[in-house]
């Protein structure tokens, strides 16, 4: 079973939302693992995609968005609206308002929500599902 971690925002601002992902697909990489960031739609991705060029003056992260062919590499991040495909399973990151596909295959989930009504409610409604699965949640306040 996952372990899934919800940060909430203080924040409204779908952009802070956006750059608070990038900052954790940056640990995420660091760290070794390329994650897969799934997102609600081709355009979200690409909102992603290209700020993941220029968050962080002099970072570095290898991505690639994801449209169900396999990418040359594996040591790349990949972003998409699809379901993760098998290599890509291990850490997710879902700034989609659905609950992923899949999930339990999964080692780790990560949530970020921004603090407006429609981020929030989604939110809860993957939480309650998490829950009822068995999943290991933990919540985390981000102040500015």
Same mark, same amino acid.
Not at 4 to 26: G, H, M, P
């Given at each position: 079973? &996952?372990?899934?971690?919800?940060?909430?925002?203080?924040? *409204?601002?779908?952009?802070?939302?956006?750059?608070?992902?990038?900052?954790?697909?940056?640990? /995420?990489?660091?760290?070794?693992?390329?994650?897969?960031?799934?997102?609600?739609?081709?355009?979200?991705? $690409?909102?992603?995609?290209?700020?993941?060029?220029?968050?962080? /003056?002099?970072?570095?992260?290898?991505?690639?968005?994801?449209?169900?062919?396999?990418?040359?590499?594996?040591?790349?991040?990949?972003?998409?609206?699809?379901?993760? &495909? &098998?290599?890509? *399973?291990?850490?997710?990151?879902?700034?989609?308002?659905? #609950? &992923?596909?899949?999930?339990?295959?999964?080692?780790?989930?990560?949530?970020?929500?921004?603090?407006?009504?429609?981020?929030?409610? /989604?939110?809860?409604?993957? #939480?309650?599902?998490?829950? *009822?699965?068995? /999943?290991?949640?933990?919540?985390? $306040?981000?102040?500015?």
């Amino acid at each position: 079973m &996952p372990e899934v971690t919800f940060y909430i925002l203080q924040s *409204q601002s779908r952009n802070d939302r956006y750059l608070f992902a990038c900052k954790l697909i940056e640990k /995420a990489y660091r760290s070794g693992h390329f994650c897969y960031v799934l997102t609600d739609s081709d355009e979200q991705s $690409q909102i992603i995609d290209d700020l993941l060029w220029t968050f962080r /003056a002099g970072s570095f992260i290898p991505h690639q968005r994801y449209s169900g062919e396999p990418p040359a590499v594996e040591n790349v991040v990949l972003i998409g609206c699809l379901a993760a &495909p &098998p290599n890509w *399973q291990k850490t997710l990151i879902n700034l989609s308002s659905e #609950y &992923p596909q899949n999930f339990k295959l999964a080692e780790r989930i990560l949530e970020i929500l921004a603090d407006c009504d429609d981020t929030k409610e /989604a939110g809860r409604n993957r #939480y309650r599902r998490y829950q *009822q699965a068995g /999943a290991n949640l933990t919540t985390h $306040q981000i102040k500015k």
